[in-house]
């Protein structure tokens, strides 16, 4: 069994930072990517930022020059690294884990949820 555990969240005012980390733990194979996501109130559920194992990001344009992902693989653990913060930012931030296992000459792709955690930017 997989688990995502999140941690970092918290309020914050606008122009402050905060840090996001991610620890994957139990039977894990084949990462792909790992990644956040966000939910605001009433908002359907968005890409934030990903990274795979070879170190490749990928920001949801909102989070370009402001936010920052990073990655220990050894750990299987992820970062995002927020910075700049507006109170459009504000929402639950879900940790998110792509497998992808090739067993007998077929793909399994498997994918993980962490439990989400709260930022809110306001003053």
């Known amino acids: 069994q997989v688990q995502l555990v999140e941690s970092g969240g918290g309020l914050v005012q606008p122009g402050g930072s905060l840090r996001l980390s991610c620890a994957a733990s139990g039977n894990i194979f084949s990462i792909r990517t790992m990644g956040w996501y966000r939910q605001a109130p009433g908002k359907q559920r968005e890409l934030v930022a990903t990274?795979?194992?070879?170190?490749?990001?990928n920001y949801v344009e909102s989070a370009k020059g402001r936010f920052t992902i990073s990655a220990d693989n050894a750990k299987n653990t992820v970062y995002l690294q927020m910075n700049s913060l507006k109170p459009e930012d504000t929402a639950v931030y879900y940790c998110?884990?792509?497998?992808?296992?090739?067993?007998?000459?077929?793909?399994?792709?498997?994918?993980?949820w962490g439990q989400g955690t709260q930022v809110t930017v306001s003053s």
């Open positions: 998110n884990m792509k497998t992808s296992r090739r067993i007998l000459g077929r793909v399994f792709d498997d994918e993980y």
């Open positions: 990274i795979t194992t070879s170190g490749s990001t």
